[in-house]
């Protein structure tokens, strides 16, 4: 029998397999001079190698948890591919094939002359891959979204336009710039420029239209759905008991909108206190610049306090920095970039100031924490640090954990007295308004055939966002289905756990214990954490001469 560490390496490998560029960027060696192949055939055989390594999984009693993950995360492999994203996904930063590859090539930092000349062959291939991905796309018949493929173009030709190549940035000043250089002008160059002219020819004008958005428009795009909510949200939640949570929940948050925002701007409702916050031109930023220095006080302030909220720190501290100006009109609002194991890269808060004069400032210390401390960064950094477990335990992909903890840390950030003033505290209530929303939007999209404009016009009323941002959280949804949902999901999972925790332990209930636990074992799915929750509070009162609840 294949033990549980066995299995979780062999799942790992098939991973980094699928993605050898994340293998790079998290500071795993082996996979440096690969790209990722997006035949059907290759994506068949890491199907099939998936399933297998689940089944093997739940046949087996050592190390329980590891199996679980091992169950969760290759099932997760397995309908990700199912739902065959590639083949009609384009622009999206964190999702699209060529967009993901043309941010994170960038953010490689090769350490001696082996990696450089490994990333040297990476780029070598990359025509390859570009060709193999056209062909794939001209094959399938799940048409893109049309003004989605249009900006895939513009990409693509924001890239070609650049004077100074991004992907040249891991060998600028090395003894391989040259070669570097010629590879790119020569080969990789002309075949970015022969896929733009794939997707501007054969996929503009084949692509749906906005009124056609979600999977539920494509082939079996409701059961693919279905089986991506589970995936992301690591439960049993159906969409539809998903879009009620939702629209619960934005009801509820209807009344601390008027609580702390009768303070800031007067008595007035809900409504009016968005529409305040997105009319006062005071709370706009007035410069790009002043974006990052928010973001360095507020990581550094959540530093200082997080020795009374957590027994144990990454050691590695979270740096700061813009989103890179090619990626910067199609990127979030702001993303987190894990520190590679080598040392070569450390854990990144990206903070796009794009357009800044159009983007808010009251939601920045929230982003801040969420992003970097306490949130991603704490939880991503400890978790590389824990070397008694598997690899694939310290980077599972398991999102309603991951995004799950961030989002908590936004609320945990008001218990540590973080917020400066109740209108960052109205940013953090815009941030759980997104977040509610999401559940809403995307199960609109992709299970009740929403519009692109019912979309855009629910975060409209009910999200505190500028036009430009809710363009491009929509346009994410479609294109990363069900991954949105991950956030409120496991954010209100880890609320009940703690609940439930102080319910049952009462004075004996450590804050710092109950982080430490949640954190120290690696990322978990929802139903895997309850567990461990449920054995420490066991564990405590047994300890103590308490009395077990069941």
Known sequence: MTTARELADELLTLVLDADPVMATLLG???WDDRLPDPSADAERALRDRAEDIAKRARVGDDDPVTRAVVVQQAWGVVHRLDAKLVEHTHAEGLNAPVAVLLGA????????????RAYLARLSSLPGYLDALARRQRDSDRRPLRHLAEAAVERLDRYLAEADDPLATPLRGTPLAADCARVLSDEVRPAVARYRDFVRAEVVGRGRGADEPGLCWLPDGDVLYRDLVRVYTTTDHTPEALHRIGLDLIESLDREYEEIGGRVFGPTDAAGVRARLLADPALRWAAADDMLVLAKDSIARAEEAAGDWFGTVPAARCAVEAVPDAEAPNAPLAYYLDPAMDGSRPGTYFVNTHRAELRDRFSAEA????????????QIALAQELHGLPLLRRFAAIEAYLEGWALYTERLADEMGLYRDDVSRLG????????????????????????????????????????????????????????ALAYMVGRLEIQRLRGESERRL???????AFHDLVLCGGPLPMAVLADVVDEWCDSVLGARGGVVEH
């Open 28 to 30: 795993i060696p082996g």
């Open 105 to 116: 090539l960038p953010m490689v930092r090769p350490a001696d002359d082996r990696a450089r």
């Open 367 to 378: 982003t801040a924490f969420h992003e970097g401390v306490p949130g991603h960064h704490f």
């Open 428 to 483: 953090m209530l815009s941030a759980d308004s997104l977040r509610a929303a999401r559940l809403v939007v995307d199960t609109g999209l992709h299970a009740l055939r929403w519009t692109r404009q019912q979309a855009v016009d629910y975060l409209r009323a009910n999200a505190v966002m500028p036009d430009v941002d809710i363009f491009s959280e929509v346009d994410r949804y479609i294109e990363n289905p069900a991954q």
């Open 506 to 512: 009462g004075d004996r209930f450590d804050i710092k």
